[in-house]
């Protein structure tokens, strides 16, 4: 080979690689396109194709399943959402009714419908009278659900336990247990004792008389602040009474004594008699001869004046020595001088 002629192997080196750049190249590109191609192809189905699938499926005509307050029912709707299907199927609800999914939710095939129907209820408590809403089942629950301030003793018509409706009247009756103390006085009894040595006519008090005091503890149920119930519980007493002992004398000094018929008749109603000459205030002790019977009587009327009749006894002194219906008894009248 000549010095200064081109290699054969030289020239061909550089060629060869320069195509093989250029093929990179190419493919580099045809993946760069495939790839927007893909991504332009899932960004057209997922924005545009999808809701043109839902939309088809919500327009037409579907089962729907509504549960109205634990009440099933399916219906064939052409509804778009749950406030169209509730419309057309003229479903009226209240403002306070919890509807599931919401009124604006778009209705798909198969959706149940769920509406708790809110209920009403008119409380008279206090005096005063208000409504309440609530969800649950009994009385009591819906009370609790809106924190009423109501106590475990009060009263509760109807009761607790009743089921709840819509438009029901309550009446809650407070109920209040006071113990209460009250302070008695405690009689005390007169013990009559007597005295032979002393006149008749003589009553004197020879120990005075003092109540005793008692404390009376009270179980005191008030309804609506009435007091409706009063329990005894307890009692004490702080006090003793103290007994009255009244000394009586029965001396009596006897005088001149007289037999005779005693009548009676109705005059001033006390223990006294008519005697035809006997002083006026003066008293005799007349004693029924045939049964032994005695009273005391003051004179203070004139008569009798029929045959042997020495006194007329007042009606109710007549009737401590014989019946009225005798009318006419045999006695021995002695005067008395004390």
């Excluded at 018509?157 to 302070?183: D, F, L, M, S």
């Excluded at 009548?263 to 045939?290: I, Q, R």
């Amino acid at each position: 080979m000549f010095l200064g002629a081109k290699s054969p192997i030289r020239d061909l080196a550089p060629k060869k690689i320069m195509t093989n750049r250029n093929n990179k190249k190419s493919k580099s590109k045809y993946i760069f396109l495939f790839l927007i191609i893909l991504g332009g192809f899932y960004v057209g189905k997922t924005f545009f194709f999808k809701d043109k699938r839902i939309l088809g499926i919500s327009s037409g005509e579907k089962v729907i399943i509504l549960n109205d307050n634990g009440f099933k029912k399916t219906f064939q709707t052409n509804a778009s959402t749950v406030e169209e299907f509730l419309n057309t199927q003229k479903i009226i609800t209240n403002e306070k009714d919890l509807i599931f999914p919401d009124k604006s939710k778009t209705l798909l095939p198969g959706n149940i419908v769920e509406i708790q129907r809110v209920k009403k209820l008119t409380i008279s408590i206090d005096k005063d009278k208000k409504e309440i809403f609530g969800f649950k089942n009994t009385v009591g629950e819906v009370i609790i659900e809106n924190n009423l301030d109501i106590e475990e003793e009060d009263i509760v018509k109807p009761e607790r336990k009743t089921v709840a409706y819509n438009n029901q009247e309550i009446k809650i009756t407070r109920v209040e247990i006071k113990e209460e103390i009250v302070k008695k006085d405690i009689d005390f009894k007169t013990i009559e004792k007597e005295d032979d040595k002393l006149s008749w006519r003589t009553r004197k008090t020879e120990t005075a008389g003092e109540k005793g005091i008692k404390e009376i503890r009270y179980e005191v149920a008030y309804h609506d602040s009435k007091e409706v119930s009063r329990k005894i519980k307890e009692t004490n007493i702080t006090k003793e009474p103290i007994d009255k002992v009244v000394i009586q004398g029965t001396y009596v000094k006897l005088g001149k004594s007289h037999t005779g018929l005693a009548s009676w008749y109705a005059h001033t109603g006390t223990m006294a008699a008519a005697n035809p000459w006997l002083p006026m205030g003066s008293y005799v002790k007349v004693t029924n001869k045939d049964n032994g019977k005695s009273v005391i009587v003051k004179i203070n009327d004139r008569g009798p004046f029929g045959p042997n009749r020495i006194i007329d006894l007042d009606k109710v002194a007549f009737e401590e020595i014989a019946s009225l219906g005798q009318g006419v008894v045999n006695v021995k009248m002695e005067e008395i001088s004390n």
